[in-house]
């Protein structure tokens, strides 16, 4: 079986800077938090608890420690949040994404200068709770026509629109047409990463061209998600596992070439264990 690997797959830039972080901070004998799982896969923080690394859940966690290190993930959080650590005496070892913490400080700014705040994402990603949180006041998170048609915002305030780094770049910009289209004054800032829209686009290429394909990544992963809408499109024998051992089903009789993307969360490791799998067993 022949197999195309994507060009662009695996850890993107701030998820490879924040596992990386906290492995560095476990070999000076840290004791550590993270508040929230580093990142969105399962096989990474596990390996990490099992080296002692604990991870918060929850504000009201979070307020229980006093004098404890804990490391803010890739996706970023609220302003809030910060300020508990702060009273609380914790060192905070932040490892938001640069591209995430540039969103925040264009949502900041806009709504300093009275902007109404819309960010396209799902509300309840981490990611789009961190933005939404940069602002004291109210931010508008919508990820599909359904939502938008929800929003009722003063037509006379302009509106500030950036979306979650790891959104479908097609559907956010049919979107920002869509908001366009019910009379707001807009400023369209595309905060989608170029990680996350090389990712996309290699992806969609190689499903276009291959006659299976195979979506590596977490089932909470956002940006896996995306890749896999994208092949499934483009690829109807496309198919969404986390590692080699989800690999338990037949490819088509007639498949001959098999392409392969994986979600930013989605270490190296994996990814060639897949490969290697499909070479030798299919």
């Known amino acids: 079986m022949e197999v195309i690997l994507a060009n662009h797959a695996g850890f993107c830039f701030g998820v490879k800077r924040a596992v990386e972080g906290v492995y560095e901070l476990i070999e000076q004998g840290k004791n550590i938090y993270t508040f929230g799982p580093i990142i969105h896969n399962e096989e990474v923080v596990k390996d990490l608890e099992n080296r002692g690394v604990k991870v918060i859940d929850s504000v009201d966690e979070l307020a229980m420690l006093k004098n404890e290190t804990v490391v803010v993930r890739a996706h970023g959080i609220p302003k809030k949040i910060y300020k508990i650590m702060e009273d609380n005496s914790i060192n905070c070892i932040d490892l938001t994404c640069p591209f995430v913490t540039r969103i925040h400080n264009i949502v900041s700014e806009a709504y300093e200068k009275g902007n109404n705040i819309i960010v396209i994402g799902d509300k309840d990603h981490p990611e789009v709770v961190g933005i939404m949180g940069a602002i004291d006041g109210e931010a508008h998170a919508v990820k599909d026509k359904n939502e938008i048609s929800d929003l009722s915002l003063d037509k006379n305030i302009p509106v500030t629109i950036v979306s979650q780094t790891t959104f479908n770049i097609n559907k956010f910009q049919e979107l920002v047409e869509i908001i366009k289209n019910k009379g707001y004054n807009v400023n369209v800032v595309d905060t989608i990463c170029n990680a996350t829209k090389e990712r996309q686009?290699?992806?969609?290429?190689?499903?276009?061209?291959?006659?299976?394909?195979?979506?590596?990544?977490?089932?909470?992963?956002?940006?896996?998600?995306?890749?896999?809408?994208?092949?499934?499109?483009?690829?109807?024998?496309?198919?969404?596992?986390?590692?080699?051992?989800?690999l338990n089903f037949d490819f088509p009789k007639t498949a001959s070439l098999v392409g392969i993307t994986a979600g930013a969360s989605t270490p190296n490791k994996i990814i060639e264990e897949v490969q290697n799998y499909v070479r030798i067993n299919f």
């Open 201 to 246: 686009e290699s992806a969609g290429e190689i499903a276009s061209n291959v006659d299976v394909m195979l979506v590596i990544g977490s089932r909470t992963s956002s940006n896996t998600q995306k890749l896999f809408e994208i092949c499934n499109s483009k690829c109807p024998h496309t198919y969404y596992i986390q590692t080699k051992d989800d």
